[in-house]
T-cell receptor
Framework: NAGVTQTPKFRVLKTGQSMTLLCAQD?????MYWYRQDPGMGLRLIHY???????AKGEVPDGYNVSRLKKQNFLLGLESAAPSQTSVYFC???????????????FGDGTRLSIL | KQEVTQIPAALSVPEGENLVLNCSFT??????LQWFRQDPGKGLTSLLL?????REQTSGRLNASLDKSSGRSTLYIAASQPGDSATYLC????????????FGTGTKLQVIP
């Protein structure tokens, strides 16, 4: 079972460059999420999606864009990378909203992104 | 502000010891609380999920409890093993916002052989 797969696993960018992080899930989950994890701050929600073609802002959306053109894929874009976006990015998916379900979120292994 | 706190940030115990990890949250209007395990360089693996109507959940050597009135959850690990060494995070899903899951910063556990 692949579960949630994130690509790439590592990336180094220069300030101002752009890139896209890809998340793919094979569990037919409706809900997908992008988080960033920084030391001492826990995971923070960037954007999420409740289904194909839908996206919504999370806690820290500035500087990021997302797209969910296919149910299984959720893309996170950085249009003009900044050093403050150096972080570990995690994608997650779930069958139903966490607030109304006993189904946990499934996480990918993360993308370690450094912005110089 | 809805916050989740985990203290201590790090814990070291000898193998075989029973231990308790703590998680506190500021809002009693909670839908569910999850405990995750994170190994170095890896993502989060869900261990236990407790619904607001439940008091505890058990899986093998793990037992998680939830006390909404006091704003606390605990993860009990029985007979700890070196393989239990990891960072343990709790995450609370609060009411008032769609998918508003708030994560704690984790407790890094080291079990010494």
């Amino acid at each position: 079972n692949a579960g949630v797969t994130q690509t790439p696993k590592f990336r180094v960018l220069k300030t101002g460059q752009s890139m896209t992080l890809l998340c793919a899930q094979d569990m037919n989950h409706e809900y997908m999420y992008w988080y960033r994890q920084d030391p001492g701050m826990g995971l923070r929600l960037i954007h999420y999606s409740v289904g194909e073609g839908t996206t919504a802002k999370g806690e820290v959306p500035d500087g990021y864009n997302v797209s969910r053109l296919k149910k299984q894929n959720f893309l996170l874009g950085l249009e003009s990378a900044a050093p403050s976006q150096t972080s570990v990015y995690f994608c997650a998916s779930s069958y139903a909203p966490g607030a109304s379900s006993n189904q946990p979120q499934h996480f990918g292994d993360g993308t370690r992104l450094s912005i110089l | 502000k809805q916050e989740v706190t985990q203290i201590p940030a790090a814990l070291s115990v000898p193998e075989g010891e029973n231990l308790v990890l703590n998680c506190s949250f500021t809002d009693s209007a909670i839908y569910n609380l999850q405990w995750f395990r994170q190994d170095p360089g890896k993502g989060l693996t869900s261990l236990l999920l407790i619904q607001s109507s439940q008091r505890e959940q058990t899986s093998g050597r793990l037992n998680a409890s939830l006390d909404k009135s006091s704003g606390r959850s605990t993860l009990y690990i029985a007979a700890s093993q070196p393989g239990d060494s990891a960072t343990y995070l709790c995450a609370a899903c609060f009411s008032g916002g769609y998918q508003k899951v708030t994560f704690g910063t984790g407790t890094k556990l080291q079990v010494i052989p």
